[in-house]
């Protein structure tokens, strides 16, 4: 786990993590905090995180996540390593990437 982050709490399911509780990189390194939980809760498959940063929204893809916890979450990569979503990406543009979920999620009118 995270050297720096607080207790985590027990690990929870993609279904109940909370948008805004913090996420840490391994080595520890604030990330940001979860923004959405990009699902496909029919099909349950977890496609990754869209994280909040200071410097704007990065994409956790479900691979690059290390752990789900009550209080935040684990990802494998520090914040500047994580791709931000943007139209202009390949994997955006293209099939059913969780990169273009996160890009289609952030452009929707709330």
Do not use: C
């Amino acid at each position: 786990m995270a050297e720096n982050a607080e207790d985590l709490g027990e690990p929870v399911a993609y279904l109940i993590l909370r948008e805004g509780v913090p996420v840490y990189a391994l080595n520890g390194d604030t990330v940001g905090t979860v923004d959405h939980v990009l699902a496909d809760e029919r099909e349950d498959v977890f496609h990754g995180l869209l994280i909040k940063t200071p410097d704007g929204h990065r994409f956790a893809s479900g691979d690059q996540v290390s752990g789900l916890y009550e209080r935040g979450a684990i990802v494998t990569e520090t914040a500047d390593r994580l791709p931000r979503p943007s139209a202009d990406l390949p994997e955006a543009r293209g099939g059913d990437s969780g990169l273009k979920r996160a890009w289609d999620w952030l452009i929707q009118p709330r």
